[in-house]
């Protein structure tokens, strides 16, 4: 009898429980540096990173964008756009007084990347994986690496089978 894959982990997220997580990012950079502006990661970072300008009082905001996740695959990474220059101005042209802000480091291939164009930048996550965890400076929870987050804007009220896979 062949064996039978084991179920994706999945760890859903709610609109609520992320928004607590978001906050408790801000209190964990509250007074960690002189945050000039912020430099998100789109998609997954638009979130997280209003949230953590809100509460600790960042005004200018850029987006760092960037496509690697396709199906949920992490495939080849494409840099859509850097960060402008009134950010590298105000944060300093590596990012000294810059905080970057993302939902999740998962390999680490984005992060490697924004680092290479900011690599002074403060590097802010609301979940972490192992192997990506190294690169940046600040998260909030750390999941498996064989865990897949669905993100309230990913997902809609459904029904949700049990773990077990058993009624």
Request: some cysteine; overall charge negative.
């Amino acid at each position: 009898m062949a064996s039978v894959p084991p179920p994706e982990k999945a760890f859903p997220v709610s609109w609520d429980q992320f928004h607590r997580d978001a906050r408790a990012l801000a209190w964990r950079l509250a007074g960690q540096g002189d945050f000039q502006g912020i430099a998100c990661i789109t998609r997954g970072g638009l979130v997280p990173a209003a949230i953590v300008a809100r509460e600790i009082g960042i005004r200018l905001i850029d987006t760092f964008c960037v496509a690697s996740y396709h199906d949920k695959q992490q495939g080849k990474l494409q840099v859509l756009k850097g960060v402008s220059d009134a950010l590298t101005e105000a944060g300093g042209s590596a990012g000294e007084n810059v905080l970057i802000v993302d939902d999740l480091v998962d390999t680490g291939a984005t992060a490697r990347v924004v680092r290479s164009y900011l690599p002074k930048a403060h590097f802010a996550t609301v979940y972490a994986k192992p192997q990506g965890r190294p690169l940046v400076d600040t998260f909030v929870t750390e999941v498996s690496q064989d865990t897949w987050i669905y993100f309230p804007w990913d997902t809609g009220l459904a029904f949700q089978p049990p773990i077990s896979g058993r009624d």
